[in-house]
Protein backbone atom coordinates (compact mmCIF):
# COMPACT_ATOMS: atom_id res chain seq x y z
CA UNK A 1 0.00 0.00 0.00
CA UNK A 2 1.18 3.31 -0.68
CA UNK A 3 2.32 5.68 1.86
CA UNK A 4 0.90 9.86 1.54
CA UNK A 5 2.59 12.69 2.10
CA UNK A 6 0.32 15.51 3.13
CA UNK A 7 2.06 19.08 2.53
CA UNK A 8 0.35 21.75 4.91
CA UNK A 9 -0.78 21.98 8.37
CA UNK A 10 -3.80 24.44 7.86
CA UNK A 11 -7.15 23.66 7.56
CA UNK A 12 -7.42 21.31 4.85
CA UNK A 13 -3.99 19.72 5.18
CA UNK A 14 -4.70 17.99 8.97
CA UNK A 15 -8.64 16.98 7.99
CA UNK A 16 -6.81 14.98 4.95
CA UNK A 17 -4.32 13.81 7.26
CA UNK A 18 -6.97 12.21 9.84
CA UNK A 19 -9.05 11.02 7.02
CA UNK A 20 -6.55 9.12 5.52
CA UNK A 21 -5.05 8.04 8.55
CA UNK A 22 -8.69 6.70 9.81
CA UNK A 23 -8.90 4.62 6.65
CA UNK A 24 -5.70 2.46 7.44
CA UNK A 25 -3.02 4.73 6.00
CA UNK A 26 0.53 5.72 6.65
CA UNK A 27 0.37 9.08 6.60
CA UNK A 28 3.32 11.88 7.26
CA UNK A 29 2.01 15.54 7.38
CA UNK A 30 4.38 18.52 6.85
CA UNK A 31 4.26 21.44 7.92
CA UNK A 32 7.04 24.49 8.02
CA UNK A 33 5.92 26.67 10.70
CA UNK A 34 7.95 27.80 12.83
CA UNK A 35 10.60 26.58 10.88
CA UNK A 36 9.64 29.18 8.45
CA UNK A 37 6.81 31.68 9.04
CA UNK A 38 4.27 33.57 6.30
CA UNK A 39 3.47 37.17 6.32
CA UNK A 40 -0.12 36.63 7.71
CA UNK A 41 -0.21 33.54 10.14
CA UNK A 42 0.84 34.30 13.56
CA UNK A 43 1.47 31.16 15.57
CA UNK A 44 3.19 28.07 14.21
CA UNK A 45 -0.24 25.70 15.41
CA UNK A 46 -2.13 23.51 13.55
CA UNK A 47 -5.59 24.61 11.90
CA UNK A 48 -5.16 28.70 12.69
CA UNK A 49 -7.71 30.42 11.70
CA UNK A 50 -6.19 33.57 9.91
CA UNK A 51 -8.58 35.89 9.06
CA UNK A 52 -11.75 35.33 11.17
CA UNK A 53 -13.35 32.58 14.02
CA UNK A 54 -16.40 31.87 12.04
CA UNK A 55 -16.83 29.15 10.04
CA UNK A 56 -20.53 30.46 8.57
CA UNK A 57 -24.16 29.85 9.01
CA UNK A 58 -25.50 27.04 10.87
CA UNK A 59 -29.21 28.00 9.59
CA UNK A 60 -30.73 24.83 8.05
CA UNK A 61 -31.23 24.29 4.88
CA UNK A 62 -28.91 26.75 4.04
CA UNK A 63 -25.72 26.02 1.68
CA UNK A 64 -23.03 26.81 4.25
CA UNK A 65 -25.21 24.45 6.95
CA UNK A 66 -25.55 21.52 3.63
CA UNK A 67 -21.39 21.50 3.41
CA UNK A 68 -21.10 21.16 7.24
CA UNK A 69 -23.74 18.78 7.46
CA UNK A 70 -21.94 16.80 4.90
CA UNK A 71 -18.63 16.73 6.49
CA UNK A 72 -20.51 15.59 9.53
CA UNK A 73 -21.63 12.50 8.41
CA UNK A 74 -18.96 11.60 6.68
CA UNK A 75 -17.39 11.71 9.71
CA UNK A 76 -15.33 15.11 9.84
CA UNK A 77 -13.16 15.49 11.92
CA UNK A 78 -11.81 19.45 12.39
CA UNK A 79 -15.84 20.17 12.04
CA UNK A 80 -16.38 17.85 15.17
CA UNK A 81 -14.09 19.64 16.89
CA UNK A 82 -15.12 23.25 15.72
CA UNK A 83 -18.58 22.61 17.20
CA UNK A 84 -16.81 21.16 20.72
CA UNK A 85 -14.84 24.90 20.57
CA UNK A 86 -18.15 27.21 19.12
CA UNK A 87 -18.18 30.47 21.09
CA UNK A 88 -22.12 32.12 20.52
CA UNK A 89 -22.36 33.50 17.70
CA UNK A 90 -26.07 34.28 16.48
CA UNK A 91 -26.90 31.39 13.80
CA UNK A 92 -23.30 30.90 12.54
CA UNK A 93 -20.69 28.55 13.59
CA UNK A 94 -17.40 30.59 15.14
CA UNK A 95 -14.59 28.95 17.11
CA UNK A 96 -12.43 29.79 20.12
CA UNK A 97 -9.34 30.17 17.57
CA UNK A 98 -6.91 28.54 19.69
CA UNK A 99 -8.82 26.06 21.37
CA UNK A 100 -9.32 24.87 18.17
CA UNK A 101 -6.27 24.53 16.92
CA UNK A 102 -5.52 22.92 20.15
CA UNK A 103 -7.75 19.97 20.19
CA UNK A 104 -6.49 19.45 16.29
CA UNK A 105 -3.61 19.01 17.14
CA UNK A 106 -3.84 16.24 20.02
CA UNK A 107 -5.63 14.66 17.20
CA UNK A 108 -2.79 14.85 14.96
CA UNK A 109 -0.03 14.02 17.31
CA UNK A 110 -1.58 10.98 18.67
CA UNK A 111 -3.12 9.20 15.61
CA UNK A 112 -0.80 6.26 15.52
CA UNK A 113 -0.81 6.44 11.72
CA UNK A 114 0.17 9.96 11.41
CA UNK A 115 3.66 11.46 11.87
CA UNK A 116 4.31 14.94 12.12
CA UNK A 117 7.41 16.67 10.06
CA UNK A 118 8.50 20.40 10.73
CA UNK A 119 10.62 21.25 7.35
CA UNK A 120 9.78 23.00 4.79
CA UNK A 121 8.98 21.10 1.72
CA UNK A 122 10.30 22.47 -1.22
CA UNK A 123 10.23 19.32 -4.23
CA UNK A 124 6.82 17.11 -5.08
CA UNK A 125 7.76 13.51 -6.01
CA UNK A 126 5.54 13.35 -9.09
CA UNK A 127 6.20 10.22 -10.21
CA UNK A 128 6.65 7.82 -7.16
CA UNK A 129 5.69 4.30 -7.00
CA UNK A 130 5.09 4.61 -3.26
CA UNK A 131 4.08 7.97 -2.48
CA UNK A 132 0.87 10.07 -3.15
CA UNK A 133 1.19 13.78 -2.41
CA UNK A 134 -1.60 16.03 -1.04
CA UNK A 135 -0.78 19.16 -1.84
CA UNK A 136 -2.99 21.23 1.03
CA UNK A 137 -0.17 24.13 1.43
CA UNK A 138 -2.83 26.95 1.38
CA UNK A 139 -2.81 30.16 -0.30
CA UNK A 140 0.66 31.23 1.27
CA UNK A 141 2.40 28.83 -0.25
CA UNK A 142 6.18 29.47 -0.18
CA UNK A 143 8.02 30.67 -3.09
CA UNK A 144 9.92 27.33 -3.84
CA UNK A 145 7.18 25.59 -3.31
CA UNK A 146 5.57 27.47 -5.82
CA UNK A 147 8.07 27.56 -8.48
CA UNK A 148 7.88 23.97 -8.10
CA UNK A 149 4.09 23.40 -8.62
CA UNK A 150 4.85 25.69 -11.57
CA UNK A 151 7.45 23.55 -13.08
CA UNK A 152 5.01 20.94 -12.84
CA UNK A 153 1.54 22.36 -13.85
CA UNK A 154 3.72 24.26 -16.77
CA UNK A 155 1.03 26.78 -16.35
CA UNK A 156 0.56 30.57 -14.36
CA UNK A 157 -0.82 30.77 -10.93
CA UNK A 158 -3.23 33.36 -10.46
CA UNK A 159 -3.07 35.36 -7.32
CA UNK A 160 -5.80 37.58 -5.48
CA UNK A 161 -5.01 39.50 -2.26
CA UNK A 162 -7.69 38.39 0.69
CA UNK A 163 -7.39 40.45 4.08
CA UNK A 164 -7.42 40.20 8.17
CA UNK A 165 -9.98 41.83 10.06
CA UNK A 166 -9.42 43.53 13.41
CA UNK A 167 -9.42 42.57 17.00
CA UNK A 168 -10.28 44.36 20.22
CA UNK A 169 -10.08 44.06 23.58
CA UNK A 170 -13.70 43.70 24.64
CA UNK A 171 -13.25 45.52 28.35
CA UNK A 172 -12.47 48.69 26.60
CA UNK A 173 -15.37 48.46 24.27
CA UNK A 174 -18.39 51.30 25.78
CA UNK A 175 -21.07 48.93 26.26
CA UNK A 176 -23.84 52.06 26.81
CA UNK A 177 -23.40 52.49 23.10
CA UNK A 178 -24.03 49.99 21.93
CA UNK A 179 -26.19 46.79 22.19
CA UNK A 180 -26.60 42.85 21.62
CA UNK A 181 -28.56 41.53 18.95
CA UNK A 182 -28.61 39.15 15.98
CA UNK A 183 -29.92 40.38 12.19
CA UNK A 184 -33.12 39.59 12.02
CA UNK A 185 -33.34 37.88 15.57
CA UNK A 186 -31.57 34.91 14.13
CA UNK A 187 -30.41 32.47 16.58
CA UNK A 188 -29.35 33.99 20.07
CA UNK A 189 -28.06 37.81 20.37
CA UNK A 190 -24.63 37.09 20.32
CA UNK A 191 -23.20 40.42 18.26
CA UNK A 192 -22.19 43.17 19.51
CA UNK A 193 -23.91 45.99 17.60
CA UNK A 194 -22.59 49.44 16.86
CA UNK A 195 -25.55 52.06 15.28
CA UNK A 196 -24.50 55.07 13.41
CA UNK A 197 -26.54 58.41 12.67
CA UNK A 198 -26.29 59.42 9.54
CA UNK A 199 -23.54 61.65 10.59
CA UNK A 200 -21.39 59.69 12.51
CA UNK A 201 -22.02 57.69 9.32
CA UNK A 202 -20.26 60.70 7.24
CA UNK A 203 -17.91 61.35 9.58
CA UNK A 204 -17.06 58.30 9.13
CA UNK A 205 -16.86 57.34 5.44
CA UNK A 206 -15.15 60.52 4.65
CA UNK A 207 -12.20 59.28 7.22
CA UNK A 208 -11.86 55.67 5.59
CA UNK A 209 -11.77 57.36 2.16
CA UNK A 210 -8.92 59.51 2.85
CA UNK A 211 -6.89 56.99 4.71
CA UNK A 212 -3.49 55.97 3.76
CA UNK A 213 -2.80 52.59 2.75
CA UNK A 214 0.21 50.14 3.08
CA UNK A 215 2.14 51.00 0.37
CA UNK A 216 2.19 48.43 -2.77
CA UNK A 217 5.56 46.84 -2.95
CA UNK A 218 7.06 46.26 -6.67
CA UNK A 219 6.26 42.67 -7.15
CA UNK A 220 2.80 43.50 -5.74
CA UNK A 221 -0.15 43.74 -8.35
CA UNK A 222 -3.23 44.55 -5.82
CA UNK A 223 -6.06 42.78 -7.50
CA UNK A 224 -8.39 42.29 -4.75
CA UNK A 225 -10.86 39.08 -4.57
CA UNK A 226 -14.46 40.52 -5.05
CA UNK A 227 -15.97 38.25 -1.65
CA UNK A 228 -13.43 40.19 0.72
CA UNK A 229 -12.73 43.45 -0.49
CA UNK A 230 -10.97 45.48 2.09
CA UNK A 231 -13.35 48.19 3.79
CA UNK A 232 -11.94 50.67 2.62
CA UNK A 233 -11.59 50.03 -1.25
CA UNK A 234 -15.29 49.11 -0.63
CA UNK A 235 -16.07 52.92 1.00
CA UNK A 236 -14.58 54.31 -2.22
CA UNK A 237 -17.26 52.51 -4.03
CA UNK A 238 -19.84 55.03 -3.44
CA UNK A 239 -21.06 56.83 -0.43
CA UNK A 240 -23.61 54.10 0.36
CA UNK A 241 -22.09 50.88 -0.55
CA UNK A 242 -21.04 50.35 2.81
CA UNK A 243 -24.35 50.39 4.35
CA UNK A 244 -25.68 48.03 1.71
CA UNK A 245 -22.31 45.59 2.71
CA UNK A 246 -20.52 45.06 5.87
CA UNK A 247 -22.59 47.69 7.66
CA UNK A 248 -26.16 46.97 6.68
CA UNK A 249 -28.45 47.81 9.72
CA UNK A 250 -31.37 45.56 8.30
CA UNK A 251 -32.78 43.70 10.74
CA UNK A 252 -31.03 45.25 13.35
CA UNK A 253 -33.66 47.39 15.51
CA UNK A 254 -31.91 49.18 17.82
CA UNK A 255 -33.68 48.71 21.77
CA UNK A 256 -33.47 52.32 22.63
CA UNK A 257 -35.11 53.75 19.41
CA UNK A 258 -37.41 50.86 18.34
CA UNK A 259 -35.51 51.24 14.61
CA UNK A 260 -32.63 50.03 12.73
CA UNK A 261 -29.67 52.71 12.97
CA UNK A 262 -28.48 54.64 9.94
CA UNK A 263 -25.96 52.16 9.35
CA UNK A 264 -23.83 49.76 12.23
CA UNK A 265 -20.86 47.74 12.36
CA UNK A 266 -21.07 43.91 14.50
CA UNK A 267 -18.44 43.17 16.17
CA UNK A 268 -18.22 38.92 16.76
CA UNK A 269 -17.00 36.82 20.08
CA UNK A 270 -13.62 36.06 19.18
CA UNK A 271 -13.10 33.52 22.12
CA UNK A 272 -14.43 31.56 25.01
CA UNK A 273 -13.52 33.74 27.09
CA UNK A 274 -15.46 36.75 25.54
CA UNK A 275 -12.45 38.70 26.34
CA UNK A 276 -11.94 39.88 22.55
CA UNK A 277 -14.62 40.48 19.36
CA UNK A 278 -13.82 40.81 15.71
CA UNK A 279 -15.12 43.48 13.34
CA UNK A 280 -17.44 41.17 10.99
CA UNK A 281 -16.52 42.14 7.56
CA UNK A 282 -13.31 44.68 8.33
CA UNK A 283 -10.63 43.92 6.56
CA UNK A 284 -8.71 46.33 5.93
CA UNK A 285 -5.23 47.57 4.29
CA UNK A 286 -4.92 50.92 5.81
CA UNK A 287 -1.52 51.53 7.37
CA UNK A 288 -2.03 51.06 11.50
CA UNK A 289 -1.89 54.45 12.55
CA UNK A 290 -5.12 55.13 10.24
CA UNK A 291 -6.38 52.31 11.28
CA UNK A 292 -6.56 53.25 15.40
CA UNK A 293 -7.59 56.88 14.46
CA UNK A 294 -10.36 55.87 11.61
CA UNK A 295 -11.67 52.63 13.65
CA UNK A 296 -12.21 54.50 16.90
CA UNK A 297 -14.96 56.88 15.15
CA UNK A 298 -17.12 53.72 15.42
CA UNK A 299 -19.22 54.27 18.01
CA UNK A 300 -18.79 52.34 21.38
CA UNK A 301 -15.16 51.77 20.11
CA UNK A 302 -13.74 55.58 21.00
CA UNK A 303 -11.25 54.45 23.59
CA UNK A 304 -11.00 50.87 22.30
CA UNK A 305 -7.56 48.70 22.78
CA UNK A 306 -7.40 46.75 18.87
CA UNK A 307 -5.37 43.79 20.03
CA UNK A 308 -4.79 42.89 16.29
CA UNK A 309 -5.25 45.65 13.08
CA UNK A 310 -6.88 44.82 9.90
CA UNK A 311 -3.63 43.30 7.05
CA UNK A 312 -3.40 42.42 3.57
CA UNK A 313 -2.03 38.95 2.61
CA UNK A 314 -1.38 37.30 -0.82
CA UNK A 315 -3.30 34.43 -1.92
CA UNK A 316 -2.34 31.96 -4.16
CA UNK A 317 -4.26 29.06 -6.22
CA UNK A 318 -4.47 26.84 -9.26
CA UNK A 319 -5.53 27.09 -12.48
CA UNK A 320 -8.13 24.37 -11.19
CA UNK A 321 -10.77 23.99 -14.83
CA UNK A 322 -7.49 22.95 -16.37
CA UNK A 323 -5.47 21.87 -14.13
CA UNK A 324 -7.66 19.12 -11.65
CA UNK A 325 -9.54 16.12 -11.77
CA UNK A 326 -13.15 15.86 -9.86
CA UNK A 327 -10.79 13.78 -7.65
CA UNK A 328 -8.59 16.79 -7.18
CA UNK A 329 -5.79 14.86 -8.96
CA UNK A 330 -3.57 16.90 -11.30
CA UNK A 331 -4.31 15.81 -14.76
CA UNK A 332 -0.57 15.25 -16.07
CA UNK A 333 0.38 13.72 -12.21
CA UNK A 334 -2.45 12.21 -10.68
CA UNK A 335 -0.07 10.84 -7.45
CA UNK A 336 -0.52 14.49 -6.43
CA UNK A 337 -3.67 15.80 -4.95
CA UNK A 338 -4.35 19.62 -4.28
CA UNK A 339 -6.66 20.52 -1.70
CA UNK A 340 -7.76 23.67 0.19
CA UNK A 341 -7.65 26.97 -0.95
CA UNK A 342 -4.56 26.27 -3.09
CA UNK A 343 -7.25 24.45 -5.20
CA UNK A 344 -9.56 27.20 -6.01
CA UNK A 345 -12.25 26.75 -2.88
CA UNK A 346 -12.37 30.11 -0.96
CA UNK A 347 -13.37 30.20 2.84
CA UNK A 348 -12.22 27.98 6.38
CA UNK A 349 -15.82 25.35 5.85
CA UNK A 350 -14.78 24.91 2.13
CA UNK A 351 -11.01 24.38 2.67
CA UNK A 352 -11.71 21.99 5.39
CA UNK A 353 -14.16 20.19 2.82
CA UNK A 354 -11.28 19.85 0.03
CA UNK A 355 -9.38 18.73 2.30
CA UNK A 356 -11.57 15.55 3.44
CA UNK A 357 -12.42 14.44 -0.14
CA UNK A 358 -8.48 14.67 -0.58
CA UNK A 359 -7.61 12.69 2.46
CA UNK A 360 -10.84 9.91 0.89
CA UNK A 361 -9.61 9.91 -2.43
CA UNK A 362 -5.71 9.41 -1.62
CA UNK A 363 -6.83 6.43 0.71
CA UNK A 364 -8.74 4.89 -2.19
CA UNK A 365 -5.66 5.48 -4.23
CA UNK A 366 -3.23 4.02 -1.58
CA UNK A 367 -5.56 0.70 -1.85
CA UNK A 368 -5.83 0.53 -4.90
CA UNK A 369 -8.76 1.34 -5.67
CA UNK A 370 -10.48 3.90 -8.11
CA UNK A 371 -11.67 7.10 -6.28
CA UNK A 372 -15.19 8.11 -6.90
CA UNK A 373 -16.28 11.58 -7.33
CA UNK A 374 -18.53 13.18 -4.79
CA UNK A 375 -22.15 13.18 -6.22
CA UNK A 376 -22.90 16.32 -7.94
CA UNK A 377 -25.92 16.82 -6.17
CA UNK A 378 -24.04 17.06 -2.63
CA UNK A 379 -22.60 20.82 -2.06
CA UNK A 380 -18.80 18.47 -1.93
CA UNK A 381 -19.92 17.43 -5.01
CA UNK A 382 -21.33 20.84 -6.38
CA UNK A 383 -18.27 22.47 -5.45
CA UNK A 384 -16.05 20.37 -6.64
CA UNK A 385 -17.66 20.56 -10.19
CA UNK A 386 -17.09 24.40 -10.06
CA UNK A 387 -13.39 24.53 -9.56
CA UNK A 388 -12.91 21.62 -12.43
CA UNK A 389 -15.30 22.85 -14.90
CA UNK A 390 -15.88 27.13 -14.24
CA UNK A 391 -15.00 27.51 -17.73
CA UNK A 392 -17.59 25.34 -19.19
CA UNK A 393 -19.94 26.78 -16.93
CA UNK A 394 -19.29 30.06 -18.02
CA UNK A 395 -17.06 31.01 -14.96
CA UNK A 396 -13.82 31.81 -17.43
CA UNK A 397 -14.66 32.30 -20.75
CA UNK A 398 -11.84 30.47 -22.11
CA UNK A 399 -9.62 33.00 -19.81
CA UNK A 400 -7.29 31.62 -17.26
CA UNK A 401 -7.17 34.94 -15.87
CA UNK A 402 -11.23 34.79 -15.15
CA UNK A 403 -11.37 32.07 -13.03
CA UNK A 404 -12.14 32.88 -9.40
CA UNK A 405 -12.09 30.65 -6.08
CA UNK A 406 -15.65 30.43 -5.11
CA UNK A 407 -17.78 29.86 -1.68
CA UNK A 408 -20.66 26.91 -1.70
CA UNK A 409 -24.17 29.01 -2.33
CA UNK A 410 -26.53 27.35 -4.26
CA UNK A 411 -25.78 28.45 -7.49
CA UNK A 412 -23.28 25.92 -7.81
CA UNK A 413 -25.82 23.26 -6.58
CA UNK A 414 -27.94 21.83 -9.43
CA UNK A 415 -31.64 23.37 -9.58
CA UNK A 416 -34.56 21.09 -8.92
CA UNK A 417 -36.35 19.75 -12.01
CA UNK A 418 -38.10 22.07 -14.35
CA UNK A 419 -41.51 20.81 -13.64
CA UNK A 420 -40.71 20.86 -9.44
CA UNK A 421 -39.28 24.72 -10.10
CA UNK A 422 -42.50 25.56 -11.85
CA UNK A 423 -44.72 23.94 -9.32
CA UNK A 424 -42.53 25.58 -5.99
CA UNK A 425 -41.95 29.23 -5.77
CA UNK A 426 -40.76 29.93 -2.36
CA UNK A 427 -37.18 29.75 -2.52
CA UNK A 428 -37.09 28.11 0.94
CA UNK A 429 -38.96 25.31 0.17
CA UNK A 430 -36.83 25.21 -3.04
CA UNK A 431 -34.25 25.12 -0.84
CA UNK A 432 -34.95 22.94 1.51
CA UNK A 433 -35.67 20.26 -0.83
CA UNK A 434 -32.15 20.94 -2.60
CA UNK A 435 -30.83 19.82 0.57
CA UNK A 436 -32.62 17.09 1.32
CA UNK A 437 -32.02 15.71 -2.80
CA UNK A 438 -28.26 16.42 -1.72
CA UNK A 439 -27.97 14.81 1.45
CA UNK A 440 -29.26 11.73 0.06
CA UNK A 441 -27.07 11.09 -2.54
CA UNK A 442 -24.61 12.04 -0.22
CA UNK A 443 -25.46 9.05 2.28
CA UNK A 444 -25.60 7.04 -1.07
CA UNK A 445 -21.71 7.79 -1.71
CA UNK A 446 -21.11 7.46 1.40
CA UNK A 447 -22.33 3.86 1.97
CA UNK A 448 -21.40 2.45 -2.06
Same mark, same amino acid.
Given at each position: ?????????????????????????????????????????????????????????????????????????????????????????????????????????????? +???????????????????????????????????????????????????????????????????????????????????? %???????????????????????????????????????????????????????????? %?????????????????????????????? +????????????????????????????????????????????????????????????????? &?????????????????????????????? +??????????????????????????????????? %?? &????????????????????????????????
Amino acid at each position: MKKIKVIGGGLAGPEAALQAANAGCQVTLYEMRPIKSTEAHQTSDFAELVCSNSLKSESENTAPWLLKQEMRLAGGALIREAGATAVPAGHALAVDRIAFSERVAVLLVT +HPNITIQREEVTTLEEDSEDTLTILASGPLTSAPLTAELQRLTGADHLAFYDSIAPIVDATTINMDRVYMAARWDKGTADYINC %PFTKEEYDVFLDALIDSQTVEEKQWEKLDYFEGCLPIEVTARRGRDTLRFGPMKPAGLTD %PKTGRWPYACVQLRQENLRADSYNLVGFQN +HIKFGDQQRILRLIPGLENATFLRYGQIHRNTYIHAPSLLTETLQLKQHPNILIAGQLSGVEGYT &ESIASGMLAGRYAAALAHGQTPTPAPRESA +HGSLMHYITHAEDMGGGKGKANKFQPANITFDLIP %PL &EEELRKKIRDKKERHRLQCDRALEAWNAWLTA
